[in-house]
């Protein structure tokens, strides 16, 4: 069996195609200031039917090929060539305002390494009306980059939170972790080197109780019987320190 393509339908978009589709809508734009107002708020694959995808395991693996035979005399024969990708993109134009939706067709996988010229094709494009595409709030988020284990390098693991839009100066981020994700970050060269969308998890719900301030306790009222709490040892100090001044 000729093998025209090395991506498995379902595999993520690569480098070079997403450049390919990228290059492919800004081509397909009558003038150059619109071009630059082009902002690429989204580039995903669009996932075919699932009989499609089933011809991925015989194309790919040689077991499976017998699948493709007719089953009875003078059956129909399966089609043994996989359709191309397609990629779908969600574009903001900052010109004219409006957000459009575009599904475009790889030709060739790895196009974008021949010299630049793209091998994509415009299947369509529709502007959705009164639509924004999400933004992302910067100063809401939190970033804790802890150490990987990596003795030679200089790599980071970063976490990542999401504050509330509360006006508080005292909001605990701590409470919004932005979880499903794994990232690795070349500190050095200022470089990521993995990122992987593991699962879709949604960000806790907005609750007061867990900011952990006046302001966003239950209806602001604190105990008032604490009682006082003293911790002393008349006669000193039980243990030492033992330092060492550098």
């Known amino acids: 069996m000729t093998k025209a393509q090395t991506c498995h339908l379902l595999d993520p978009l690569t480098i070079a195609e997403i450049s390919v589709v990228v290059a492919t809508v800004r081509v397909a734009w009558a003038t150059p200031e619109v071009r630059d107002s ?19 395991d015989p194309y790919f693996f ?8 007719p089953r009875n005399k003078g059956g ?3 089609s043994t060539k996989l359709p191309s ?14 957000t459009s939706i575009w599904i475009v067709k790889l030709r060739e996988v790895h196009a974008a390494t021949r010299g630049g010229h793209h091998r994509g094709k415009v299947i369509s494009s529709k502007v959705v009306p009164n639509v924004q595409p999400p933004m992302l709030h910067m100063d809401f988020m939190m970033v804790d980059a802890c150490e990987a284990d990596a003795p030679s390098r200089r790599l980071a693991k970063p976490l990542i939170f999401c504050r509330t839009e509360s006006d508080c100066p005292m909001e605990n981020g701590y409470v919004g972790p932005v979880e499903g994700n794994h990232i690795l970050v070349d500190m050095q060269n200022m ?6 969308d593991c699962k879709l998890v949604p960000l806790p719900s907005t609750d007061s109780l867990r900011n952990y301030t006046s302001g966003e306790t239950r209806e602001r ?24 001044l550098v």
């Open 191 to 196: 470089v990521i080197l993995e990122f992987e």
């Open 38 to 56: 082009m902002r690429f708020v989204e580039v995903v694959l669009v996932e075919l039917d699932k009989q499609v995808v089933a011809l991925a």
């Open 221 to 244: 009222v604190y105990t008032s019987d604490v009682k006082p709490l003293q911790i002393i040892q008349p006669e000193g100090p039980c243990f030492g320190l033992e330092f060492i």
């Open 85 to 98: 990708r397609k990629a779908r993109l969600a574009v903001y134009n900052k010109r004219s305002n409006e």
């Open 62 to 69: 040689s077991p499976f090929q017998p699948s493709l035979l």
């Open 76 to 78: 129909p024969v399966i």
